[in-house]
Structure formats: structure tokens, C-alpha cells
């Protein structure tokens, strides 16, 4: 069983950052790929930027390349989401996901197998 919890979340104006943090805890099998996603009022869940704890390689989405980071802390189990630039239209609900090896590589959301409650992400413009 993996569990996840984010945090960071908050309010800030255009061009302004937020850094969100996810901690995990169990089987480091189960949470071998990790990733963030967010849902905006009346869209689908995207998928942001993941993270394959091993080799640290990454992926983004076309939307946050650039502005986004997404590293790791293995000591402390987190998944961390360093946001610059940001723009009313990153404004959603940002979850943290967790999936096993095999999804390495994807930001398919049913790839993903455990997932955090989320955290709000409002940009004003």
C-alpha cells in the first residue's frame, strides 16, 4: 500500500511560483514512478510532470515544459513540483500519483495506481 500526501499548495499572481511537495511512504516497488496531475474546474485530469526514482528521468507535459521542475528527495521521501511563470490557466487542483516501474515514462493517468487528495493551485491574474 502506498500513501500520499501533498502539500504547498495556495494562491499568488500571474508570473509568480509555488513549489508543492509530496511525501510517500510504502513499498518503493509500488511507488517506483511518480507524477503530478492536475484538474481544473470542468476539465479532465492532465498529467504535469513525472519522475523515475532510479535515474531521476523526467517528463513533462508541452503546457509546463520550461516552467516546471519536478526532483526528488530520496532522504525524505518526496516528490517535489517547483512552479515559475505561472498563469491563470495553471490554476486547478494538483494531485501527486504514484505507479509502479512499467509506467515509466507515461503521464497516462491509468497508468498510475495510487493517488494523493490535492492540493489547490489558484493563480490570479
Known amino acids: 500500500q502506498v500513501q500520499l500526501a501533498e502539500s504547498g499548495g495556495g494562491s499568488v499572481q500571474a508570473g509568480g511560483s509555488l513549489r508543492l511537495s509530496c511525501t510517500a511512504s510504502?513499498?518503493?516497488?509500488?511507488?517506483?514512478?511518480m507524477a503530478w496531475f492536475r484538474q481544473a474546474p470542468g476539465k479532465e485530469r492532465e498529467g504535469v510532470a513525472a519522475?523515475?526514482?532510479?535515474?531521476?528521468?523526467?517528463v513533462y507535459a508541452d503546457s509546463v515544459k520550461g516552467r516546471f521542475t519536478i526532483s526528488q528527495d530520496s532522504a525524505k521521501n518526496t516528490i517535489d513540483l517547483q512552479m515559475n511563470d505561472l498563469s491563470p490557466e495553471d490554476t486547478a487542483m494538483y494531485y501527486c500519483?504514484?505507479?509502479?516501474?512499467?509506467?515509466?515514462?507515461?503521464?497516462?493517468?491509468?497508468?498510475?495506481?495510487?493517488w494523493g487528495q490535492g492540493t489547490q493551485v489558484t493563480v490570479s491574474s
Open positions: 500519483a504514484a505507479a509502479k516501474l512499467w509506467a515509466r515514462g507515461t503521464l497516462d493517468q491509468s497508468r498510475f495506481d495510487y
Open positions: 519522475i523515475y526514482y532510479r535515474d531521476g528521468s523526467t
Open positions: 510504502g513499498y518503493m516497488y509500488s511507488r517506483a514512478y
